[in-house]
């Protein structure tokens, strides 16, 4: 249930510009249960890291690429 409020805040931000959006969804989740908005913050930060991750191997296998003969 986190998991997917967090992929359609972050999509949210990403199409809209708005980088507070990830923000207020926590603070509405955090008003109603503290364990939801938790998993949240948590799914959040995972997909972040997740996306920095494979940015940089993705970069990196760029680079060392065999190039085609």
Request: proline share 1%; hydrophobic share 40%; glycine share 4%.
């Amino acid at each position: 249930m986190a998991d997917k409020i967090a992929v359609k805040a972050l999509k949210d931000e990403a199409v809209s510009g708005d980088d507070q959006i990830v923000k207020q969804v926590g603070e509405i989740l955090g008003a109603s249960s503290q364990t939801l908005q938790e998993a949240y913050n948590t799914a959040i930060r995972v997909r972040r890291a997740e996306r920095r991750a494979n940015e940089l191997l993705d970069k990196r296998a760029a680079k060392f690429k065999p190039e085609a003969n």
